[in-house]
């Protein structure tokens, strides 16, 4: 089967960084992606790794370690409008994509 | 289309009833995914569709609930006889193919059994 763990919530005050870890079990994996969602809306992507290493996009940064089955989103410079859930998900080969139960980011003035 | 569609956004039934949610993913997209989102909580997974092939429907949470895709494009959830417990948001997605890295959601299908 397939499962992926994160912290159920967070909170950071604004202009600070945080990390937001995800350890994952699957068959198979291909890679990892990292979601948003503001509530009421729906999940918007943010970055994705299938290699080892981190990827940056503007603030935000994702990393992986296939080895140790294992990711991180790393938040910058925080905002006020960065308060949201976040979701890593699992692709395995097959192109199932599964996701985590999410982390709802709470930041503070 | 410029994103994914789905309707109705809002669906209220009674117990019992027959419901059909649709989704009309990103022209040309391959993949087609389900999920549902109760209050609060994580993405469950439904069913995927890849092209032609066989649909993965191991997420599908008993026999009241099937989907099928036609034509590679529009897809339809049904759910049979449905239950309080079926109350949820319904969100599909999709993806020009698989391990893309990224797949692009509708805003889902608030259902109300009451």
């Known amino acids: 089967g397939q499962s992926l763990e994160q912290p159920s919530e967070v909170t950071a005050v604004e202009g600070a960084i945080v990390q937001i870890n995800c350890t994952y079990q699957?068959?198979?994996?291909?890679?990892l992606s990292w979601y948003q969602q503001h509530d009421g809306g729906a999940p918007t992507f943010l970055s994705y790794?299938?290699?080892?290493g981190l990827e940056e996009t503007g603030r935000f940064s994702s990393f992986l370690s296939r080895s140790d089955s294992y990711g991180y989103l790393l938040l910058q410079e925080l905002q006020m409008k960065d308060s949201a859930s976040y979701f890593c998900?699992?692709?395995?080969?097959?192109?199932?994509?599964?996701f985590g139960q999410g982390t709802e980011l709470s930041v503070k003035p | 289309g410029a994103g994914v569609s789905q309707s109705p956004s809002n669906k209220v039934t009674e117990k019992g009833k027959d419901v059909e949610l649709r989704c009309d993913p990103i022209?040309?997209?391959?993949?087609l995914y389900w999920y549902r989102q109760s209050l609060g909580q994580g993405l469950e997974f439904l069913i995927y569709?890849?092209?032609?092939?066989?649909?993965?429907k191991s997420g599908l949470p008993s026999d009241r609930f099937s989907a099928e895709r036609t034509g590679g494009s529009v897809s339809t959830l049904t759910i049979q006889r449905t239950q309080q417990e079926d109350s949820a948001v319904y969100l599909c997605?999709?993806?020009?193919?698989?391990?893309?890295?990224?797949?692009?959601f509708g805003n889902g299908t608030r259902l109300t059994v009451t």
């Open positions: 997605a999709s993806s020009p193919g698989t391990a893309t890295g990224s797949v692009h």
């Open positions: 699957t068959s198979g994996f291909y890679g």
């Open positions: 790794n299938a290699l080892d």
């Open positions: 998900a699992v692709y395995n080969q097959g192109g199932k994509l599964i």
């Open positions: 022209s040309g997209h391959t993949a």
């Open positions: 569709f890849q092209g032609n092939s066989a649909p993965d």
